[in-house]
């Protein structure tokens, strides 16, 4: 009776164990600003990593592009006790108070997208060499324009790492390989269509002879051919983007568009939430050196846009 009895306790510690639910990892993810097109990309391709991962609970937060918001969404992220932080900043520049509250609490956090500089030991970024877009976007727009001419440069928000180094790829490629093609004017549009194409029409108002557009991101790109051929100028003006964008990539398609460069939103958001999760995990991740992931950009010409194209 007593082995009977010992039997039935010991299968029902067993049962009781296996039952028991595993811990699930806790993630949590502020984004600059989900109002985005090709942010968009980048959140969908997080959450498809959440659904394929069932060990882990997801939270994706909008910081609405406002860096005092995102500070309070860190502040309920470690008040909920989240075991990793994936930060898409609006102004890398503004994360300080960010670092020292995730660091303070001994959370595992990545930034991603944006990159931030001087990390302290154990952050992680995650992201793409902004310059190596300006060098692949310009390489291709001279050799469009046969080495001469007049660009103009439409950049991004002025507070994105992505804006200034983008735009100092294209400065870095006329400087070394394109001294014939001269720089008219270059103003930011903010990232957004319609301000690329108000500031293409007040460009060509000036009645300034433009031979090409380099622009800092494909919406801004696209807004400048909407001027371009509202003035009739489609196919005198040549215009390159920045992120491959489906889009971008349809306007190719159309004879519109130029050129643009790849960047990897499915990349991004896998190597970031990969990092996060393994952090959380206590695990090494062979993919980081000296603290950074790079995900390559990859130039997109009339020669291999198609290979782009989602099937």
């Known amino acids: 009776m007593k082995r009977f009895l010992l039997f039935a306790l010991i299968i029902m510690i067993a049962f009781s164990g296996a039952a ?4 699930k990892v806790k993630i949590g993810v502020s984004m600059a600003l989900f109002d985005d097109a090709w942010l968009t990309y980048v959140r969908e391709d997080i959450v498809e990593w959440g659904t394929a991962h069932k060990d882990v609970e997801l939270t994706i937060v909008d910081a609405k592009n406002d860096p005092a918001i995102q500070t309070g969404q860190v502040e309920n992220f470690l008040a909920q006790k989240m075991d990793a932080l994936v930060i898409m900043p609006p102004d890398a520049s503004a994360v300080d108070p960010i670092t020292k509250m ?3 609490a001994k959370v595992p956090l990545i930034y991603l997208n944006r990159q931030v500089e001087n990390l302290p030991p154990g952050v ?3 992201g793409s060499r902004s310059i190596d877009a300006g060098i692949y976007e310009m390489t291709e727009l001279g050799r469009l324009m046969a080495g001469k001419g007049n660009i103009v440069i439409m950049m991004g928000e002025l507070a994105h790492e992505a804006a200034r180094n983008r ?3 294209i400065k870095q490629v ?3 390989k394109y001294p014939d093609i001269k720089i008219l004017a270059e103003q930011n549009a903010d990232w957004k269509r319609d301000e690329g194409k108000t500031l293409m029409e007040n460009w060509l108002a000036s009645g300034k002879q433009i031979d090409g557009v380099a622009s800092n991101n494909d919406e801004m790109a696209l807004g400048a051919l909407l001027a371009i051929k509202a003035a009739g100028k489609l196919g005198k003006i040549r215009v390159c983007g920045v992120d491959g964008s489906d889009d971008a990539l349809a306007s190719m398609d159309r004879g519109e568009l130029d050129c643009t460069v790849f960047q990897d939103p499915k990349g991004q958001a896998e190597e970031g939430m990969n990092a996060a999760y393994l952090m959380a995990l206590g695990k090494p991740n062979p993919r980081v050196k000296n603290s950074i992931i790079w995900v390559p950009y990859q130039p997109v ?5 198609k290979s782009f194209i989602k099937k």
């Open 174 to 176: 006329i400087k070394e």
């Open 102 to 104: 995730a660091t303070a």
């Open 301 to 305: 010409t009339k020669a291999n846009y």
């Open 20 to 23: 028991a639910p595993a811990k």
């Open 167 to 169: 735009t100092a790829g």
């Open 124 to 126: 992680i970024y995650v």
